[in-house]
């Protein structure tokens, strides 16, 4: 019966990718009207881009054109040639359609599963761009540094020639250099260096000292090694204290003491009491024991005294009731 209406509807997957095929066409027509622009007429949509936002159009209006500037400048890179990692590499890729759709969905805050030759790298590069265009920062997390250096280096030229600053967090990196990165429109890094860095900045005692902005926008390079695997892992990290653990315990500890000594007297004193209640034979008194005893039950709950005298038949009952 499933099968039979799979058949029909098709499966979740096919419907989703169904409702965005009218976005990648749109994508496509824009991308279609932007090959007679010169590239610094093509660089300037960026800053019409952000001019439209300030008044007031939202990151889904303006998505399709976006996506079509992004794939147009990867269209004109086709046959160049810049060094990743110190290594010459050619630029050939170009968005397909497959590629639109994952980067639609990413923009959308889905998890977002490419096939092997996919080309997820190239996928990021759309919703990273257009939520850079805010001006907020967007932080692209990678598994480790060799990645994060070279995805900054080989997707980087891609967001330059957009007009974007990128930066790159890498493991040796002094403050100064990380707030530099951290001010870039797109940084690269990877979750430990992120997660170390907001831990810091939590530590910091002046402002100065810190070095993420607010966040606003990430992208996860395998998600499920990142937030599943990695994550039973905690951040620990330690740093200063102003003045020594044990000098504050010395100060405090005569103060406490005296507290302890007082407290000690009082819940005697409050048990010798309620004994004698206890051994009257009024009602009041009983009732007027019962107070005692569970006010002497909250100040020293392990009171030995205490405990014998709870033991007796109908004690405890009168103290809870």
């Known amino acids: 019966m499933l099968e039979f209406i799979t058949k029909i509807f098709g499966t979740k997957h096919e419907r989703d990718v169904k409702k965005l095929m009218p976005l990648v066409q749109e994508i496509n ?179 100065e000292d810190r070095v993420h902005r607010h966040f606003h926008y990430a992208i996860i390079d395998e998600v499920d090694s990142i937030l599943i695997d990695e994550a039973r892992t905690p951040l620990i990290i330690s740093g200063q204290v102003e003045h020594s653990v044990h000098d504050r315990y010395r100060e405090m500890r005569p103060t406490v003491n005296n507290i302890v000594r007082k407290q000690t007297v009082l819940v005697n004193d409050m048990i010798a009491k309620a004994e004698k209640l206890l051994a009257g034979e009024k009602a009041e008194d009983e009732f007027e024991a019962g107070i005692l005893l569970l006010a002497t039950q909250r100040g020293a709950p392990k009171n030995k005294h205490l405990l014998k005298i709870l033991k007796k038949p109908g004690i405890k009952k009168l103290v809870h009731e």
């Open 29 to 207: 027509e824009h991308f279609d009207t932007l090959h007679s622009l010169s590239d610094e007429q093509l660089v300037g949509k960026t800053e019409e881009f952000r001019k439209r936002l300030a008044n007031g159009e939202t990151l889904d209006d303006i998505m399709c054109e976006a996506f079509a500037v992004v794939k147009e400048v990867c269209r004109r890179n086709v046959g160049k040639t810049w060094d990743v990692c110190e290594l010459p590499t050619e630029w050939d890729m170009v968005h397909f359609d497959v590629q639109l759709i994952g980067g639609i969905a990413l923009h959308q805050g889905k998890i977002t599963e490419m096939a092997t030759g996919e080309g997820k790298t190239l996928v990021a590069t759309l919703p990273c761009y257009l939520n850079a265009l805010e001006g907020k920062g967007v932080h692209m997390v990678t598994v480790n540094d060799y990645l994060a250096r070279r995805d900054s280096e080989w997707m980087g030229k891609i967001y330059k020639d957009l007009g974007l600053t990128v930066g790159v967090i890498q493991n040796q990196m002094i403050n100064a250099d990380r707030r530099k990165m951290y001010q870039c429109d797109i940084t690269f890094g990877t979750a430990n260096e992120f997660g170390f860095d907001y831990l810091r900045d939590n530590m910091s005692q002046r402002a």
